[in-house]
């Protein structure tokens, strides 16, 4: 059944999900929003980071779950287990908070993945979307469908004026031109917006 959703989701709208639907990306967006910090537009390893999150797919979504199992055959789903702050955020911490006879077993594993949680926050004020990037095995998934998926953008190349605002203002640091569709565009937007020739458009096709 998850597969199948992904799969439905991912062929109707690629990454769109990321950027209108995930609260986890709307946490980061308000923190990178936070003034007077000296944000982090891109760094030496920053593209090679960008295939970690497919080696977690790989690693932590898929193999592990499917050859450590326990005696009934069940995996474990260790990305949320191990790596996910989002899940502590939304739903660990208000769960332990609401709950006085879970606080007093917290132990290793929920300090873990506080720390986890806490080094996002931290990084998410510096750097736009760092889990989103380096991370989210489900972005990783939708991020395959990009190029074939239903919704996808347009470049009218006879109305683009190359000015390199498109490019600018993509806060995934990718160029709508030259990468339309490309892996790591979440669809927010920005750049067709800031097109004054009006050359960027989006919507569905199955052309």
Not at 96 to 117: N, R
Not at 124 to 137: D, E, G, M, V
Request: charged share 15%; hydrophobic share 45%; with cysteine.
């Amino acid at each position: 059944y998850l597969l199948g959703f992904f799969l439905l989701v991912g062929t109707l709208f690629g990454r769109l999900v990321c950027g209108f639907l995930c609260p986890f990306g709307l946490i980061q967006e308000l923190l990178y929003k936070i003034p007077f910090v000296k944000k982090i537009k891109t760094f030496r390893l920053d593209r090679p980071l960008r295939w970690l999150k497919y080696i977690i797919l790989a690693v932590f979504v898929i193999l592990l779950p499917l050859f450590i199992v326990d005696a009934a055959g069940t995996g474990s789903p260790w990305f949320c287990k191990w790596i996910c702050p989002a899940g502590t955020l939304e739903g660990g911490i208000p769960l332990i908070s609401a709950s006085p006879a879970l606080q007093g077993v917290i132990g290793f594993l929920f300090h873990w993945k506080l720390a986890i949680l806490l080094i996002t926050v931290l990084l998410s004020i510096l750097i736009y979307r760092p889990f989103c990037k380096y991370i989210c095995p489900l972005g990783a998934i939708y991020a395959l469908f990009n190029k074939v998926s239903v919704y996808r953008y347009h470049v009218d190349r006879e109305k683009c004026t190359s000015c390199g605002k498109c490019e600018k203002v993509c806060p995934m640091q990718i160029s709508p031109v030259r990468e339309t569709n490309h892996l790591e565009c979440i669809r927010c937007g920005g750049c067709k917006e800031i097109c004054s020739s009006g050359a960027i458009t989006s919507g569905f096709s199955l052309g």
